[in-house]
């Protein structure tokens, strides 16, 4: 099946499971996924840092911006891991050299 690029992108966005939020050039959001909704609620109260950057039209115009989020318990349970896994290698390397002085 083929699709047009523009119902493709909106099956993109919708589906995706991190957040994507859209803001007009006037501040108001016209794109709130299923992403959004499942990490911030409804969007009625958002009191969330994100970094949003601009979206220009092909002609190079402003067009609004973007952000695109992830739980913050998501990224800290991955670092958490990952610093897991560093010490644990960390001990395996410390458990094979000599001991010093021989």
């Excluded at 909106?10 to 959001?29: C, K, L, M, P, S």
Aim: hydrophobic residues 45%.
């Amino acid at each position: 099946m083929e699709m047009s690029e523009s119902p493709l992108c909106t099956a993109i966005v919708q589906q995706a499971w991190e957040a994507v939020i859209f803001a007009d050039r006037a501040g108001h959001i016209r794109i709130w996924n299923h992403g959004a909704e499942a990490i911030f609620g409804d969007g009625r109260k958002l009191y969330v840092e994100l970094s949003f950057g601009l979206v220009r039209t092909l002609a190079g115009e402003v067009a609004g911006s973007l952000a695109i989020g992830r739980p913050g318990d998501q990224r800290f349970a991955n670092d958490a891991g990952t610093q897991a896994q560093v010490a644990g290698l960390q001990r395996e390397l410390a458990a094979q050299r000599p001991p010093a002085g021989s």
